[in-house]
């Protein structure tokens, strides 16, 4: 018997899988000619070499690794299985084409789709089952020692020994672009970055690391004893590679008995970053010491924003100021991101220093502008209108909206103390 590997036969397996298994129908249609189209053939070759006596060992590993793949998505496993053997009846057809064969045959592979189905179901069902118990188990402990209860006894019911000091992580998870692909449910395409991003905490820390996450983000508390500080750095780059998007994350280490506060300050310190327009990846309390004292609430934080409000009925000198700033004061890669000319850089930036009454050439002025702009990041009252933003074809200034916006092609993200900006 032998089965015939070619596009024809893989092509009519991919067709039937796109219009008879619910998952591939929410594919998009690159990952239906990339991926499903790939594993298949790699499955009919498979067949065909067992069945010629060759040894599949490097193309069944391939397949393992994509159905773990399949697993971190959420693929149901009956429907894995439904598919493995709708794809086994349909190269035997075609390998049998011609012959004169029993039907008892065809009736023997269904039956081998029912059984197994139906053993493999029931198992994964349980197992989930048993693990769902020990989650909730770890979701409690983790939520009482964010809330600063007493947690020996929870503690000993999931397994977990609290340790002295965690390292305390503010989480931040982007959107990823299929979540807005009108093709795909968005739910199901943010589960199942969760579901990657924490298989992922799993791989690099097993159980100690304890967590409450969302789509968006949440809080990680890792044991101080368990990544060394520098290894914490590649964590969140892992998990960014999980994802799939980026990941932005803050940093604080403290006591298990503290860790509400410690909480609270990454939060606070992630939310600063964001609203800075940070580049993606952790940063640390020192970091950005500096930048959190200036947006601390309280008169001089206020004050510091109302420098800039002259520029609030000019949106171009806010946004030159802003990328300037940003490129470290290089006025070439300024214009060259503004799609102007270098002496329009300079006229706007003497306007700036005319409305403002600070020169950003000097560096009494400049000191002062940057700090206005880390101060009114977290300005709550009137700001540049949007639709003056808009009409200039730039992106808007500092924090105007919110902490989950996009990133711009620079990022006024002021690096530890009055040094250099971040920029992408």
């Not at 968005?186 to 589960?191: D, F, G, H, P, T």
Request: include cysteine; aromatic fraction near 4%.
């Amino acid at each position: 018997m032998t089965i015939p590997v070619d596009r024809g036969l893989t092509s009519t397996l991919v067709t039937h899988f796109v219009n008879n298994v619910a998952t591939c129908r929410t594919l998009p249609g690159d990952a239906i000619s990339g991926e499903v189209t790939s594993v298949t053939r790699m499955c009919l070759e498979i067949c065909a070499g067992l069945l010629d006596g060759r040894d599949e060992e490097a193309k069944l590993h391939r397949l393992a690794v994509a159905a773990s793949g399949w697993a971190r998505e959420g693929v149901p496993i009956d429907t894995i299985l439904h598919a493995l053997h709708e794809g086994f009846r349909i190269g035997f057809d075609a390998a049998c084409a011609g012959m004169s064969l029993p039907d008892e045959f065809r009736r023997l592979i269904a039956i081998s789709d029912v059984l197994c189905t139906t053993v493999t179901r029931a198992y994964i069902r349980e197992h989930r089952e048993i693990a769902g118990e020990h989650h909730t188990a770890v979701h409690t402990l983790t939520s009482a020692l964010l809330a600063g209860q007493p947690t020996i006894t929870m503690a000993r019911e999931c397994g977990i020994s609290v340790a002295e000091s965690y390292a305390v992580l503010a989480l931040s998870i982007g959107e990823h672009p299929d979540e807005h692909d009108a093709r795909l449910n968005s739910s199901v395409v943010a589960r199942r970055k969760l579901r990657r991003v924490q298989a992922a905490l799993a791989h690099r820390c097993g159980e100690q690391a304890l967590s409450l996450l969302s789509v968006d983000g949440g809080t990680l508390l890792i044991p101080a004893d368990l990544l060394a500080d520098d290894q914490l750095d590649g964590l969140v780059e892992a998990l960014s590679r999980a994802a799939r998007v980026d990941v932005t994350a803050a940093l604080v280490t403290s006591p298990a008995a503290e860790i509400p506060d410690a909480a609270q300050r990454a939060h606070e310190l992630l939310d600063m970053v964001e609203r800075l327009d940070c580049e993606p990846g952790l940063y640390r309390f020192g970091d950005l010491a500096l930048e959190y004292q200036l947006t601390r609430p309280g008169p001089g934080r206020a004050r510091l924003g109302e420098l800039l409000a002259p520029l609030d009925k000019h949106p171009e000198l806010y946004e030159t100021l802003r990328v300037h700033i940003a490129n470290n004061m290089n006025r070439q890669r300024t214009a060259r991101l503004l799609h102007i000319h270098t002496n329009t850089v300079d006229y706007r930036l003497r306007r700036v220093a005319q409305l403002t009454g600070l020169d950003p050439a000097q560096a009494s002025g400049l000191w002062q502008l940057r700090s206005a702009m880390i101060a009114r990041s977290f300005h709550t009252g009137p700001r540049v209108a949007a639709e003056q933003v808009a009409s200039t074809g730039l992106g808007g200034p500092v924090g105007t909206s919110g902490p989950r916006r996009a990133r711009a092609d620079v990022e006024v993200c002021p690096a530890p103390g009055l040094g250099g900006v971040r920029s992408a």
